[in-house]
């Protein structure tokens, strides 16, 4: 299983970007999904995750401002990221991993349970 981001970029802050994540190799729909974050000299944090059912989970900081998203036909989860701020700043990773249907929020919010990573996109926002 591969996954490959993309989208990132410099924007200004109040502006909007949307990240995309292909994934291929495996049953893509069987996947929960996540998003995570790592900015310079933090430690990696989760941002958003989504269940094969489509059930959403977003970290406080982002709520009402991103929106993860799936089309299981084109093997894509999106992140559409609205009202950037600067400390949103940060090298955007994401994530799939087999979850029981049954799996506490809390998993999705743990790096630990994904199994595939893939590598990062750069998201700039200037004040």
């Not at 929020?105 to 996109?121: C, E, K």
Request: proline content about 4%.
């Amino acid at each position: 299983v591969q996954l490959q981001a993309s989208g990132g970029g410099l924007v200004r802050a109040g502006g909007s970007v949307r990240l995309s994540c292909v994934v291929s190799g495996g049953t893509k729909s069987h996947y929960g999904m996540g998003w995570f974050r790592q900015a310079p000299g933090k430690e990696r944090e989760f941002v958003a995750a989504i269940t094969r059912s489509f059930t959403t989970y977003y970290a406080e900081s982002v709520k009402g401002r991103f929106t993860i998203s799936r089309d299981n036909a084109k093997n894509t989860v999106y992140l559409q990221m609205n009202s950037l701020k600067p400390e949103d700043t940060a090298i955007y990773v994401c994530a799939a991993g087999f979850f029981r249907p049954d799996s506490s929020p809390r998993n999705y919010y743990s790096g630990g349970p994904y199994d595939y990573w893939g590598q990062g996109t750069l998201v700039t926002v200037s004040s």
